[in-house]
């Protein structure tokens, strides 16, 4: 159940003011003490995720966020972190209170709709309140969604709950290697070794290629790049498809077979997580940077940096190579992005192995908002080496 990663699961966000009854409805549709409960206003201090298997849902992360009312010293703090929720929230629950100033939910849930998100309205503590289907009927009245009334103590509404998440579920079926590749092909996975790993481990990208490449029916062989030629040596036929890190694109490039097709890990998961239109067309930007300009690399994982760090060492070498050495970076993990994005002349992504599409998706959104060029780190290295013209998107 807590196998699939946190990237591949549905994320489910619980938005409403302290003492709603967002953490208690959590725990009741888990059946765990997820999330602490407490009558103390500002109780969830932070979000708090939780990844379970639900009937017709599968894999989801539950998240419970701080009260949208919070006051506390550290609520304007609180209230960023619930906006980064939003980035990666598929689907929101909403809760009402019985209340007759609703402005912060509805504040929300404009934010949500305008991200596209899908809404379920819930009265929770149906159990604690005498005029339910007045509350209901209001709720109804003023957001045009006919509310679940649920109570975590008698578990009354948590079916109901569940069906209607269930269907505001769109399937969206990708593959990875979607018209790369078909079954019976044979593909080539030149993967040098990234010391940033755990020893005895591939990085998630690799793993997860691997695995929908053989579920397709597709012959797969492994190899480093120092042992690339061999591994062509030993096939009767050049592979169908090569796909390898965009670190050694040129190194592979130059050692493929004319016959073979050529991508890599970071631009599979751009076409997977993102919008690799945009990423091209922004990687079309690095020809124009000059010293003067300031460029922003986003990560998506947090991590110590290393010598061969891709985000943090050898795409900044590459980019102050090409542009100069004044050239200005910026770079930023995990859910760190910058709310002002105005005074950058490009944004590199990583490939988001570690995000939900939605995640990503709000990322490029915001990015077009503010008129910045946002590329991937795979299609930006196929530009910084003078291949992009060459590779497959």
Request: proline residues 4%; negative net charge.
């Amino acid at each position: 159940m807590t196998q699939t990663p946190s990237s591949q699961r549905l994320h489910i966000g619980f938005y409403g003011r302290c003492n709603s009854g967002k953490s208690s409805l959590i725990n009741a549709l888990t059946g765990q003490q997820v999330a602490l409960v407490s009558n103390v206003a500002g109780t969830t201090t932070d979000p708090v995720n939780k990844p379970m298997e639900l009937p017709d849902l599968g894999a989801v992360t539950l998240v419970d966020t701080p009260g949208l009312d919070d006051n506390t010293a550290l609520g304007a703090e609180r209230m960023r972190a619930t906006r980064r929720v939003m980035d990666r929230t598929d689907i929101a629950v909403v809760l009402f209170t019985d209340s007759d100033d609703w402005s912060v939910e509805l504040a929300v849930m404009e934010e949500l709709r305008r991200r596209e998100v899908a809404v379920v309205t819930v009265v929770a503590g149906c159990d604690q309140v005498e005029d339910t289907e007045s509350i209901a009927a209001r709720v109804e009245q003023t957001t045009k969604i006919i509310p679940v009334c649920t109570s975590a103590l008698t578990g009354q509404g948590l079916e109901e709950l569940r069906r209607r998440l269930a269907a505001c579920r769109v399937e969206e079926p990708r593959l990875l290697t979607e018209g790369f590749c078909e079954a019976g092909d044979t593909v080539l996975l030149v993967m040098p070794q990234d010391k940033q790993a755990p020893k005895g481990r591939l990085i998630q990208p690799q793993v997860q290629t691997l695995r929908e490449l053989l579920d397709r029916g597709c012959r797969a062989m492994c190899c480093t790049t120092e042992d690339m030629a061999s591994a062509l040596g030993a096939l009767a036929e050049p592979p169908r498809l090569i796909i390898t890190d965009s670190q050694v694109f040129d190194t592979v490039w130059k050692m493929k077979p004319e016959e073979s097709r050529l991508t890599s890990f970071s631009v599979l998961m751009a076409r997977y997580k993102g919008d690799i239109g945009e990423f091209v067309e922004g990687a079309k930007m690095i020809g124009a940077l000059t010293e003067k300009s300031r460029v922003l690399i986003a990560e998506a994982c947090t991590h110590a940096p290393q010598n061969e760090d891709i985000g943090r060492v050898k795409l900044p070498q590459m980019l102050r190579r090409k542009v100069g050495e004044d050239l200005t970076i910026d770079v930023v993990g995990g859910a760190d992005f910058p709310d002002d994005l105005s005074s950058y002349d490009l944004i590199i992504h990583c490939g988001a192995c570690m995000f939900n599409r939605r995640h990503v998706m709000s990322r490029v959104a915001r990015a077009k908002a503010a008129e910045v060029p946002i590329t991937n780190y795979g299609v930006a290295i196929a530009a910084l080496t003078g291949i992009l013209n060459k590779i497959e998107f």
